[in-house]
């Protein structure tokens, strides 16, 4: 594949206002060099041919956020390398959300949770599957972390409801759920997604805008389930950029963009506070 890339580090554009200090970024990823970092055969997605720790670190700069969560992508497979290097020299600032394969064993979670990370990602479009929900719980229970799961298909969520609220581990929803803006509030995932937060079963990353949207930006048909997102659990309620946005449509939104959605889904100071800086220190315990 050829593509430009150019516009995932290019902009010098920032937010028309200022976030609060010590917002947390809770969904990046970053892709190192190759061949130092090689991708799994036959990826899902070409990444970008560099999008190493100094272009994370200008974007964290140019927005002003101080803290983030790197997500392992999964053109790298159950290989982290690319993360944990990346998590080392950025420093204390950053966690980690590991790809872990089925079998992995106590001492491989250890030394991941000495390198900061802070939970385990089940990609069931391609990576690891559902399937293994249960017992992926149970190898990571006495760590603390919990499941980040991004679903194929919104309608998944359904499906796996009454799983995740058996699990004894914590959940966190990618991306409202991968609901599309047009399936409305009554869509039965998104029912789903606001009953396993509101029971605070789950967590939710209010992110994913600009490939949520059926509309242009400024992607205003988004706002009503952020919004009731927003409204049923504050508290478990979280943010991310999905920079370097591998995943969205062309043209690539400008991540100041992105960054001006939360005034209008969270207009109250406080609660996007509490969204941006409270809620992602307890779950990834930079308090700690």
Same mark, same amino acid.
């Given at each position: 594949?050829?593509?430009?890339?150019?516009?995932?580090?290019?902009?010098? *554009?920032?937010?028309?206002?200022?976030?609060?200090?010590?917002?947390?970024?809770?969904?990046?990823?970053?892709?190192?060099?190759?061949?130092?970092?090689?991708?799994?055969?036959?990826? *899902?997605?070409?990444?970008?041919?560099?999008?190493? /720790?100094?272009?994370?670190?200008?974007?964290?700069?140019?927005?002003?956020?101080?803290?983030?969560?790197?997500?392992?992508?999964?053109?790298?497979?159950?290989?982290?390398?690319?993360?944990?290097?990346?998590? *080392?020299?950025?420093?204390?600032?950053?966690?980690?959300?590991?790809?872990?394969?089925?079998?992995?064993?106590?001492?491989?979670?250890?030394?991941?949770?000495?390198?900061?990370?802070?939970?385990?990602?089940?990609?069931?479009?391609?990576?690891?599957?559902?399937?293994?929900?249960?017992?992926?719980?149970?190898?990571?229970?006495?760590?603390?972390?919990?499941?980040?799961?991004?679903?194929?298909?919104?309608?998944?969520?359904?499906?796996?409801?009454?799983?995740?609220?058996?699990?004894?581990?914590?959940?966190?929803?990618?991306?409202?759920?991968?609901?599309?803006?047009?399936?409305?509030?009554?869509?039965?995932?998104?029912?789903?997604?606001?009953?396993?937060?509101?029971?605070?079963?789950?967590?939710? *990353?209010?992110?994913?805008?600009? /490939?949520?949207?059926?509309?242009?930006?400024?992607?205003?048909?988004?706002?009503?389930?952020?919004?009731?997102?927003?409204?049923?659990?504050?508290?478990?309620?979280?943010?991310? /950029?999905?920079?370097?946005? /591998?995943?969205?449509?062309?043209?690539?939104?400008?991540?100041?963009?992105?960054?001006?959605?939360?005034?209008?889904?969270?207009?109250?100071?406080?609660?996007?506070?509490?969204?941006?800086?409270?809620?992602?220190?307890?779950?990834?315990?930079?308090?700690?």
């Amino acid at each position: 594949m050829s593509e430009d890339h150019s516009p995932w580090v290019a902009s010098a *554009k920032i937010p028309s206002f200022r976030l609060p200090e010590m917002v947390c970024d809770c969904h990046a990823h970053v892709f190192g060099p190759r061949p130092r970092y090689p991708l799994i055969a036959a990826p *899902k997605y070409e990444p970008p041919p560099e999008s190493w /720790t100094d272009a994370y670190e200008k974007l964290h700069a140019r927005l002003g956020i101080a803290r983030g969560i790197l997500v392992q992508p999964s053109v790298y497979g159950f290989d982290n390398a690319c993360m944990l290097d990346a998590m *080392k020299a950025v420093g204390d600032r950053v966690r980690g959300v590991a790809v872990v394969p089925p079998d992995v064993d106590e001492a491989a979670l250890a030394r991941l949770d000495a390198a900061g990370v802070r939970g385990v990602r089940i990609n069931s479009g391609h990576g690891l599957s559902l399937d293994g929900l249960e017992a992926l719980a149970a190898r990571i229970r006495p760590f603390g972390w919990h499941i980040q799961i991004f679903v194929a298909e919104a309608s998944e969520l359904v499906a796996i409801e009454a799983r995740l609220r058996a699990l004894a581990v914590e959940t966190v929803i990618d991306h409202m759920g991968r609901v599309p803006a047009d399936r409305g509030l009554d869509d039965p995932a998104f029912r789903a997604l606001v009953g396993l937060i509101g029971d605070r079963v789950s967590w939710v *990353k209010i992110s994913w805008a600009e /490939t949520l949207s059926v509309a242009r930006a400024p992607f205003a048909d988004v706002d009503p389930m952020a919004r009731a997102l927003v409204a049923a659990a504050p508290d478990r309620v979280i943010w991310g /950029t999905d920079w370097p946005h /591998t995943s969205a449509p062309r043209p690539l939104p400008d991540d100041a963009d992105l960054v001006e959605l939360l005034a209008r889904w969270v207009p109250d100071d406080s609660l996007r506070h509490r969204i941006l800086v409270d809620n992602p220190a307890r779950l990834y315990g930079f308090d700690e």
